[in-house]
């Protein structure tokens, strides 16, 4: 079956612009995860939401920062203003009902 | 919150070597272990998982133990083969019924032919 997709996969924007990076899950699957990863380092965590609930966000580094999974399926993670430091890889992982997560290719945010 | 530390950062062995991998956590209510597997430019892909009621798994070539008293865990791959190069990360849930991961750093292996 198909996995996790996140789109755009590439994204540069200038600073000060809102971007939207999107996230659709495994068919089914309850949980859904955005995470953030450095080069050369784990990802880290973001935001989670278990249908279209959020359940703990406490890993958005500020409140530029924003997430939504309004029909318990596709998720949008919205940064507004970005900043040079913004720039990353932001991925996206889901799992049936926790533990076991599977992650999406990510989405490069480049941020000049 | 949880904090996992992983050594060695990098690890290089000859191909049909043994390589271990070994991590830590701090909250003993973590209850998840996960191992990831990133290959360059790819996403992290699940190899291997342990809970905390069982101290050890083996599938193939890759086994993971767990010492919760000790709070740590560990990757061991055998008969390693140049495939198996790619950086590998550990993880732990919070606990607390939280299913969020911490990783670590993560490992670079490189296997030599």
């Known amino acids: 079956g198909a996995g996790v997709s996140q789109s755009p996969r590439y994204k540069v924007t200038k600073r000060g612009q809102d971007v939207a990076l999107r996230c659709d899950p495994i068919?089914?699957?309850?949980?859904l995860y955005w995470y953030r990863q450095a080069l050369g380092q784990g990802p880290e965590f973001l935001t989670y939401f278990n249908y279209e609930a959020q359940q703990d966000k406490s890993g958005l580094p500020n409140d530029r920062f924003s997430a939504e999974r309004p029909e318990g399926s596709i998720s949008t993670l919205t940064i507004q203003r970005t900043e040079q430091r913004d720039s990353a890889m932001y991925r996206c992982a889901s799992s049936p009902m926790g533990e076991e997560q599977f992650f999406g290719p990510g989405t490069r945010l480049t941020v000049l | 919150g949880e904090n996992v530390e992983q050594h060695p950062s990098t690890l290089s062995v000859q191909e049909g070597d043994s390589a271990v991998i070994k991590c830590t956590y701090s909250?003993?209510?973590?209850?998840?272990f996960p191992w990831y597997k990133q290959e360059l430019g790819k996403r992290p892909q699940l190899i291997i998982d342990?809970?905390?009621?069982?101290g050890e798994k083996k599938d193939q070539r890759i086994a993971v133990t767990l010492n919760k008293t000790a709070k740590h865990f560990s990757l061991h791959i055998t008969e390693t083969q140049p495939e198996d190069s790619a950086v590998y990360f550990c993880a732990a849930t919070p606990g607390s019924g939280y299913s969020t991961l911490t990783f670590g750093k993560g490992t670079m292996l490189l296997v030599s032919p």
């Open positions: 068919s089914g699957h309850v949980s």
């Open positions: 342990i809970r905390s009621n069982v």
């Open positions: 909250d003993s209510a973590s209850n998840y």
